[in-house]
Structure formats: C-alpha cells, structure tokens
C-alpha cells in the first residue's frame, strides 16, 4: 500500500472498498496510476464521465463558465441552468426540471412531487410508493427506503415510511396493492443497475404505465444510471415506448461534475411551489455548463454508435470460456463469469483494465465515445481474465 493509501485508509470514512490503484490522470477511455501504469477505463466513474476523462469539450465549457462566474444560489438568475433545462425538456417532453446534486436527491426530488401531487388530489393518506425488489434507487434514508435490497437497510431503521416493494413482472402483484391502499406512485429502473444489469421486461413496463394511467398513480422512471445516452437511448424509458410523468436522472449528466435532475411532466409540472423544495448548489452554473456540453453531444449519430458498440461487446463476448451469460443494453452490461466476479475486476487490474461489478456480475459502463480499438482490447484482455 502506497503512503497515500495509507493516508486514504486512515483519514477516509470506512466506507469504499477500494481497488489498491491510484489514479493520478488520465486521457478519454485511458488513466494512469501513480506508478504511470496504464488501464482501460470500463467503468466511467460508475456511468459518469460520459465522454471520458479530461474530454475537451466538456472542459472547455466548464473552464469557460468558470471564468464568469462559479456559483450565485438560487437567490438569483444564471444562464446555464436555463439553457440545460431547455434542452431537457425540449429532448424528453418533460415540462420542467429541478436540479440537485445527485441521483438519490434526484429521487428525493420526485418522491417529494409524488406525495405532494397525490396527497393534494386524493387525501392525506395517499402517499405510498411502489418500487421493486432489487431496485437501488439510493442512500438518503428515504431512498434507501425505496431500494428494494434488505441487506442495505439494516441498522438503518426506522427508514422513510411509505415504500412497499413488488417484484418485477409481478403486474397482478402491483394491480392488488393499489387496490388494498392508495397508492400516491410507482418507481422503477428500466434496467436494474446495481441490482445486476437486468434490463426489465417490455411488456411489464407498458403494461405497469397502462396500469398506473388506469388508477392515476403516477410513474416515476429512475434514470439516474441508465440516463443521457448509456443504453442507446437518450433516456432508456425511450426504449421502452411510454413517457412516465417524472425522470430522475444524474450519474452521466454531468460528465464528471456533480448534478441530479428531476424532470417534471405535465402533470406535475406545478406540483412544487416556492420554497417546496431547494438546494443551495442544485443548478450550479459549473456544473449545469458541463452538462449541457455533454447532453448537446448526445445526438442520434453517437447514440448509434453506442448501438454498435454494443453489438461488439454482446457478440465478442457471446459463448467465450468462463463466460455464462450477458446482460444490460447499450454500453451498461452484465457478465455474469464462471469464476466470481470480483475475482474477474481484480484479474482485469492487474492486466490493465478498469471494471466495476453489480451483485454476482462484472459490469461494464464505458464512455459513449470510447473508441472501437479500445473497447476490443479491453474485451480481449476481460475475456483472457475469465478464460484463466
Ligand atoms: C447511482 C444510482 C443512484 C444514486 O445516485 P447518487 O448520485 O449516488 O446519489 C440512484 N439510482 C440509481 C438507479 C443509481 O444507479
């Protein structure tokens, strides 16, 4: 371990297992360790720095809106905020846009909208909302309430009342809930990130917006993963043929800079009034001006690349030694290996390539724009892992 491992250990909260690497730089798809080694970055930052790492674009807008002016509250008007949440709504249909700072106060922003909307229409007691067994939608208490993974809430109790958990697929399961009580939204993930790369069933998720539309729940689709091009869609509930009435999304949004995003539809669109809600950095004029930089660069040329990309992954990796399965769609995939999958990440850093893991699979969120030789020899050397 390296003094400033050492120093991370002893300073750092508890809370990371890291893998024993530093990063010091690095350069699109490409970062180097203090000892200049040089890894494939498969991970992105967990779907982050979606045009890589010091992306030129993205930097020079941020440095350019660093020179005007850093920060001003909300107290007052700044451009990039704005011009991002035009860009949103006019992309996704969505009628408004609150900006936080993260997916969880993404998801905090729309649980907030949800009992405001319901509780105001149908009574006080209508505030429930339905997620899924093996969703992630968080760590703030109220979204951990909404994960649907036990093993994250204990010691945490009591946690934000209010969250019940169906299983994915289970429509009849979701139609006798809201029938047993009011039922203010549901919450879903299109495609279960860190519950494993498990992309949902088409027919369940049109079948649950019908529903949903039937008995006036709201949908609220969690897109703080999937988001801003990662599955080949701007926004994966787009594959999906429905519009929800609430996307959450950050992660990706921000290429590297800290931001969530509550976009708002018709419905909903007036549901929060002055001093419902607030944030003092949410729709920083920085950050806001990176990812505006990244969501103009999401256009139909690169989300076809993604596409293919995609194909070059599931079709390299299909029915290669030690590998079971793949899952996921655009570039978020799913490997489930033979040997255990952090043994895999573990096997691929010591080769030179970065991969994160979600539950029992390696799981792969590249930059949008890696280019082509990259990712194949990343899969290569991944494959060579899982082969040993
Ligand atoms: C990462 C993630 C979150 C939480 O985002 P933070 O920025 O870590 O708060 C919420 N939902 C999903 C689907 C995620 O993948």
Known sequence: MSILQEKDRRYIANTYARFPVTIVSGKGSVVFDEDGKRYIDMGSGIGVTSFGIADEVWKNAVTAQLDLVQHMSNLYYTAPDAALAELLCGRTGMKKVFFANSGAEANECA?????????????????????????????????????????????????????????????DGIARMMEKEPIAAVMIECIQGEGGVIPLDPAFVKGLRALTEREGVLM????????????????????????????TTAKGLGGGLPIGAALLGEKVENTLGFGDHGSTFG????????????????????????????????????????????????????????????QIAAGCLQKGVLCLTAKDKLRLLPALNIPAELLREATDLIKSVCAE
Request: hydrophobic residues 35%.
């Open 283 to 342: 729709g920083n004029p920085v950050c806001c001006a990176g990812a505006l930089s990244i969501l103009e660069r999401i256009d139909d040329r690169l989300l076809e690349e993604v596409k293919q990309k995609s194909r070059m992954i599931f079709e390299s990796f299909d029915g290669a030694k030690g590998i079971l399965s793949v899952s996921g769609m655009g570039l978020m995939i799913g490997i489930k290996t033979e040997k255990p999958a952090s």
């Open 220 to 247: 609220i689709i969690d897109e703080v993963q999937t988001g801003n091009g990662r599955t080949g869609a701007l926004y994966a509930y787009m594959n999906y043929g429905i519009t929800p009435d609430i996307v």
């Open 111 to 171: 649980v907030k909208v949800a009992r405001k909307y319901a509780q105001e229409r149908r009574g006080r007691d209508c505030y429930r909302i339905i997620t899924l067994n093996n969703s992630f939608h968080g760590r703030t208490l109220t979204t951990l309430a909404a994960t649907g993974q036990a093993h994250y809430h204990e010691l945490f109790q009591p946690l934000t009342p209010g969250f019940l958990h169906a299983d994915a697929g289970d429509l």
